[in-house]
């Protein structure tokens, strides 16, 4: 006979209520994701309100506000709100609470900062040009033509069918089942259609494959002999062009090296995408949350004040709310409750990032004055420990937001990297050695590149010991092709 016992375990665990779920993942986001959530609640809550003309002299002060060294804190800093302890760690946990406090929330979560518009009020997003989706670009062309009712219709059924980048991946076989229109649609009908569309702009557009793409934009080449060449090549030899196996080229061509490596070069210039042009997801804008520049000698952080949300809550609501409550108001005080939450996670956000940004230029200031290659070894806990929070917050911290620079936009993760030993025991961090390795690499001779190996012993003549491995793996992070795609042939060049 089986005899069960019944016990009790009792155990310790920590459980993030959904509101901190929720700001864990507000804290990854990037700014302009961040202010869309802003901008959301803003339009939805009605204590909430965006900030009119009497902050222009608080944006003044955060523009110009400089660091001190010490202190680590901006004298325009508009938050005055309770500084960070990080939700992520475990002894900071809220076990389903609702009234978790200020930091708990902020470390939990992310929001995205955006600029919310109103009246006399000029947002970034502003100056961005408006986008035509590139279906309306192309029947705003057709609409210009003299077709047939039918022969609209099926043009529109083929560029309906097309992805974002403009290619037409279906059959035209599979486009006559949708093709609504009498007499039925034959398959010549639609070659037809998709001529048509394939002849208007951008080049290239309703492509069924690469090959195809770059054959309907040959025509952008003027010089006839290099147009011939360009047609050949995209039309017999995408292997070899792929491959940049240039001499192949030259001997299936029966041509010059120099001359088939300049043809090769124009055909590159063509758009392999060209349905980018036109779609409003091609580019992803990165918006800096905050900037550095040496001013007197002294690196100074700010944060960008174009993505830090300029919102308050309407306190002639607020007080209106208070002073009449009742047991039917409980919609109205939820949406006060999230006006609040929300301010905090502005505050909260941006005073973090602040901070976390200060402590990295004050780690990496040798970056700032010398470039990549003076970078040093850096982890997110001795980010943590400096600024007083969790290393989980640092990382989510540092996760798609951007600082810019004298030398560029960098995200906050490029100033982390693990430690390196050279030969003489100093550390090096990964970011200083892809930084060496590039030099080395833009230095070399074009018609006797390097290969890794061959890096790899220039290394260690400087003292650098660095796997083979390694030194490919930061080459193609750097997005460098291999020794033999490098190798470029003297010859006549051909103009396009």
């Given at each position: 006979?089986?005899?069960?016992?019944?016990?009790?375990?009792?155990?310790?665990?920590?459980?993030?209520?959904?509101?901190?779920?929720?700001?864990?993942?507000?804290?990854?986001?990037?700014?302009?994701?961040?202010?869309?959530?802003?901008?959301?609640?803003?339009?939805?809550?009605?204590?909430?309100?965006?900030?009119?003309?009497?902050?222009?002299?608080?944006?003044?002060?955060?523009?110009?506000?400089?660091?001190?060294?010490?202190?680590?804190?901006?004298?325009?800093?508009?938050?005055?709100?309770?500084?960070?302890?990080?939700?992520?760690?475990?002894?900071?946990?809220?076990?389903?609470?609702?009234?978790?406090?200020?930091?708990?929330?902020?470390?939990?979560?992310?929001?995205?900062?955006?600029?919310?518009?109103?009246?006399?009020?000029?947002?970034?997003?502003?100056?961005?040009?408006?986008?035509?989706?590139?279906?309306?670009?192309?029947?705003?062309?057709?609409?210009?033509?003299?077709?047939?009712?039918?022969?609209?219709?099926?043009?529109?059924?083929?560029?309906?069918?097309?992805?974002?980048?403009?290619?037409?991946?279906?059959?035209?076989?599979?486009?006559?089942?949708?093709?609504d229109v009498v007499p039925a649609a034959t398959l010549e009908d639609l070659q037809i259609a998709l001529k048509l569309v394939q002849s208007l702009e951008p080049a290239g557009v309703a492509a069924r494959d690469v090959a195809e793409c770059l054959s309907l934009q040959l025509g952008e080449i003027e010089c006839p002999h290099v147009r011939a060449m360009a047609r050949a090549i995209v039309n017999d030899h995408m292997d070899s062009l792929a491959a940049r196996d240039v001499?192949?080229?030259?001997?299936?061509?029966?041509?010059?090296?120099?001359?088939?490596?300049?043809?090769?070069?124009?055909?590159?210039?063509?758009?392999?995408?060209?349905?980018?042009?036109?779609?409003?997801?091609?580019?992803?804008?990165?918006?800096?949350?905050?900037?550095?520049?040496?001013?007197?000698?002294?690196?100074?952080?700010?944060?960008?004040?174009?993505?830090?949300?300029?919102?308050?809550?309407?306190?002639?609501?607020?007080?209106?709310?208070?002073?009449?409550?009742?047991?039917?108001?409980?919609?109205?005080?939820?949406?006060?409750?999230?006006?609040?939450?929300?301010?905090?996670?502005?505050?909260?956000?941006?005073?973090?990032?602040?901070?976390?940004?200060?402590?990295?230029?004050?780690?990496?200031?040798?970056?700032?004055?010398?470039?990549?290659?003076?970078?040093?070894?850096?982890?997110?806990?001795?980010?943590?420990?400096?600024?007083?929070?969790?290393?989980?917050?640092?990382?989510?911290?540092?996760?798609?937001?951007?600082?810019?620079?004298?030398?560029?936009?960098?995200?906050?993760?490029?100033?982390?990297?693990?430690?390196?030993?050279?030969?003489?025991?100093?550390?090096?961090?990964?970011?200083?050695?892809?930084?060496?390795?590039?030099?080395?690499?833009?230095?070399?001779?074009?018609?006797?590149?390097?290969?890794?190996?061959?890096?790899?012993?220039?290394?260690?003549?400087?003292?650098?010991?660095?796997?083979?491995?390694?030194?490919?793996?930061?080459?193609?992070?750097?997005?460098?092709?291999?020794?033999?795609?490098?190798?470029?042939?003297?010859?006549?060049?051909?103009?396009?």
């Amino acid at each position: 006979m089986i005899q069960m016992d019944a016990r009790a375990d009792q155990r310790q665990s920590q459980t993030l209520s959904p509101r901190l779920q929720h700001a864990v993942r507000l804290l990854q986001m990037s700014s302009l994701d961040f202010g869309i959530v802003v901008r959301d609640v803003l339009g939805r809550n009605p204590f909430l309100e965006a900030e009119e003309g009497d902050d222009e002299d608080e944006r003044e002060g955060l523009r110009d506000g400089d660091i001190d060294s010490r202190s680590g804190e901006a004298a325009g800093e508009v938050y005055d709100g309770p500084r960070e302890t990080d939700l992520a760690a475990p002894a900071e946990a809220e076990v389903d609470r609702s009234t978790a406090s200020d930091s708990d929330l902020w470390l939990a979560d992310g929001l995205t900062p955006a600029r919310q518009g109103h009246d006399g009020d000029v947002s970034a997003l502003d100056f961005m040009m408006e986008e035509t989706p590139l279906n309306a670009h192309l029947h705003g062309q057709l609409g210009t033509m003299a077709l047939s009712p039918r022969d609209l219709a099926l043009a529109g059924v083929v560029v309906e069918s097309l992805d974002d980048d403009g290619y037409l991946r279906t059959p035209l076989n599979e486009l006559r089942e949708v093709a609504d229109v009498v007499p039925a649609a034959t398959l010549e009908d639609l070659q037809i259609a998709l001529k048509l569309v394939q002849s208007l702009e951008p080049a290239g557009v309703a492509a069924r494959d690469v090959a195809e793409c770059l054959s309907l934009q040959l025509g952008e080449i003027e010089c006839p002999h290099v147009r011939a060449m360009a047609r050949a090549i995209v039309n017999d030899h995408m292997d070899s062009l792929a491959a940049r196996d240039v001499p192949a080229l030259a001997r299936a061509l029966d041509a010059s090296v120099g001359e088939v490596e300049a043809v090769c070069d124009r055909i590159r210039h063509l758009d392999p995408r060209p349905g980018w042009r036109l779609s409003s997801s091609r580019v992803n804008y990165i918006v800096p949350d905050v900037i550095v520049k040496k001013d007197r000698g002294a690196w100074n952080v700010r944060l960008n004040a174009a993505v830090v949300p300029k919102v308050r809550i309407n306190e002639v609501y607020a007080q209106l709310f208070q002073r009449h409550r009742c047991a039917e108001n409980a919609e109205m005080g939820a949406h006060l409750q999230e006006a609040r939450w929300t301010l905090r996670n502005v505050e909260q956000r941006f005073s973090t990032i602040l901070d976390v940004s200060q402590a990295i230029v004050r780690r990496q200031r040798h970056f700032f004055e010398y470039g990549s290659m003076a970078m040093k070894p850096l982890g997110l806990r001795e980010i943590a420990d400096e600024v007083g929070i969790h290393e989980s917050t640092v990382s989510r911290v540092t996760n798609n937001k951007y600082m810019a620079t004298p030398t560029g936009v960098y995200e906050l993760k490029h100033f982390f990297s693990r430690a390196m030993v050279s030969a003489n025991g100093k550390a090096c961090s990964g970011t200083a050695i892809r930084g060496l390795i590039q030099d080395i690499i833009e230095a070399e001779s074009t018609d006797r590149p390097l290969s890794d190996a061959e890096i790899t012993r220039q290394l260690a003549r400087q003292g650098l010991t660095v796997a083979r491995r390694t030194v490919t793996k930061y080459r193609q992070m750097l997005r460098i092709e291999a020794v033999g795609r490098r190798k470029r042939h003297d010859g006549l060049a051909v103009s396009a």
